[in-house]
């Protein structure tokens, strides 16, 4: 059987059997793979660990009939045992590895792949807040994704401007005349920090207060939920 190497970060886990377990794991070349690892619920598995949610790693498979085998895997970064002692760390990567693995279901690519190993990695580190990191993942996912928001110019007719109608539906903001009756109105700082979140101007993003920044999170939750046309059960455990 066909083996084959790649670089990986573990979305989530599943037990089979007494000793099993299905590893989902989002690939640099080959997209979403869903492969067993055998005996690393075992004391004595030597890359048990290195198999958690949340970690990367240079793992080796071999093509099965219906999942493919994994049969080494060598850490690349051990972001799992940072994230998961800080709560807020854990439910915005559980959120991010959530939605990962909903846009990788038709297809993936390497920019979604270096995305979610950017922002665990920034996560770990505490580089920024976590719901701020989680925000700016999420809009920048769905960019990639081809639901790139706007909000500047009117996402439906294109006219530049500053506007103030948020419409999750039409892809951001709105002018007046494209605006439905009863549009939710934002503020400018509120609008101005959404579109930082997207661009990765984080001196901007920190600079802003949190009134601003509860706003711009429940934009982006709805923005996010209205595009995976379903809800994200992560979403719902995030430390705000």
């Given at each position: 059987m066909p083996v084959y190497r790649d670089e990986a970060v573990v979305l989530r886990t599943h037990k089979l059997g007494e000793a099993d377990r299905i590893v989902t794991m989002l690939t640099r070349q080959h997209g979403k793979v869903r492969a067993v690892a055998k005996g690393v619920r075992r004391t004595a598995s030597k890359f048990g660990a290195r198999l958690e949610p949340f970690m990367v790693a240079d793992v080796q498979?071999?093509?099965?009939?219906s999942l493919d085998i994994i049969t080494q895997a060598e850490s690349l970064g051990s972001y799992g045992a940072l994230i998961t002692a800080d709560y807020p760390s854990y439910t915005a990567a559980s959120a991010m590895v959530e939605t990962a693995d909903k846009l990788s279901e038709a297809e993936s690519s390497l920019q979604q792949y270096l995305l979610l190993v950017g922002a665990l990695r920034s996560l770990s580190r505490k580089e920024h807040g976590a719901s701020l990191t989680l925000d700016s993942y999420l809009l920048r996912a769905l960019s990639m994704a081809g639901w790139a928001p706007s909000f500047h110019d009117c996402s439906r007719c294109g006219v530049a401007g500053?506007?103030?109608a948020v419409v999750v539906q039409l892809g951001g903001v709105v002018c007046?005349?494209?605006?439905?009756?009863?549009?939710?109105?934002?503020?400018?700082?509120?609008?101005?920090?959404?579109?930082?979140?997207?661009?990765?101007d984080w001196e901007h993003v920190e600079s802003t207060a949190e009134r601003t920044r509860a706003q711009a999170t429940g934009i982006v939750a709805a923005y996010t939920q209205w595009h995976l046309e379903r809800s994200l059960r992560s979403l719902e455990h995030v430390s705000r």
């Open positions: 498979l071999y093509e099965g009939r500053e506007h103030s007046d005349g494209c605006a439905p009756p009863g549009s939710p109105r934002l503020d400018t700082a509120t609008i101005t920090l959404l579109s930082a979140l997207l661009t990765g």
